[in-house]
């Protein structure tokens, strides 16, 4: 059974860090392109990153290019995004998804940026 | 980037009814890559269409995906109780990928 498993997500202040992991199961890791998809409380989705297979080429959306990183970690079965330099806007629910039609998501993990 | 845009933002039907949703993009999509995602509340988003017409594993023939190019559809034949749901479209042909933003199928 396919299975990913986020964690890592808490409360942080503006301008603080935080890295979020992905651990998945059911399916061998490196053979899928991976991402990660936010949501704003009561708002629609919205993509922030991807990472190929190898880790070969990574892409971001405009509004967390230079501040979040997306990698993984074929090894142990893991996908991160270090956070950093976040803001309020950043506040959501942060799902790993699989493949480039995302076929397979996650539960999400609440990101929750606030003084 | 190419914006989604879904109409209409919501819709109020009868279980047993035909639900279309449309979800039209401001510019072709490569490859026709167009998916069609499910999320009910406090549940990450369900595949159920991808490439625009192929059905995702496990997925109810009653859903069915059409259109090409800059204009997509979503159909569900036979409402059930369980698809009373938000319904987003996303395209990952064009760089960067892009989500619509929902259509909210409600019970009349």
């Known amino acids: 059974e396919v299975q990913l498993v986020e964690s890592g997500g808490g409360l942080v202040k503006p301008g603080g860090s935080l890295r979020l992991s992905c651990t998945v199961s059911?399916?061998?890791?490196?053979?899928?392109?991976m991402s990660w998809v936010r949501q704003a409380p009561g708002k629609g989705l919205e993509w922030v990153s991807s990472?190929?297979?190898?880790?070969?080429?990574?892409y971001y959306a405009d509004s967390v290019k230079g501040r979040f990183t997306i990698s993984r970690d074929n090894a142990k079965n893991s996908l991160y995004l270090q956070m950093n330099s976040l803001t309020v806007e950043d506040t959501a629910v942060y799902y790993c998804?699989?493949?480039?039609?995302?076929?397979?998501w996650g539960q999400g993990t609440l990101v929750t940026v606030s003084s | 980037e190419t914006v989604l845009t879904q109409s209409p933002g919501s819709l109020s039907l009868s279980p047993g009814e035909r639900a279309t949703l449309s979800c039209r993009a401001s510019?072709?999509?490569?490859?026709?890559?167009l998916g069609w995602y499910q999320q009910t509340p406090g549940q990450a988003p369900r595949l159920l269409i991808f490439d625009a017409s192929k059905r995702a594993t496990g997925i109810p023939a009653r859903f069915s995906g059409s259109g090409s190019g800059t204009d997509f559809t979503l159909t569900i034949d036979g409402l059930e109780p369980e698809d009373f749901a938000v319904y987003y479209c996303h395209q990952y042909g064009n760089s960067p990928r892009t989500f619509g933003q929902g259509t909210k199928v409600e019970i009349k």
């Open positions: 059911g399916f061998t890791l490196s053979s899928y392109p």
């Open positions: 998804a699989r493949r480039s039609h995302f076929d397979f």
């Open positions: 990472i190929t297979p190898s880790a070969a080429y990574t």
């Open positions: 510019q072709t999509i490569s490859s026709n890559y």
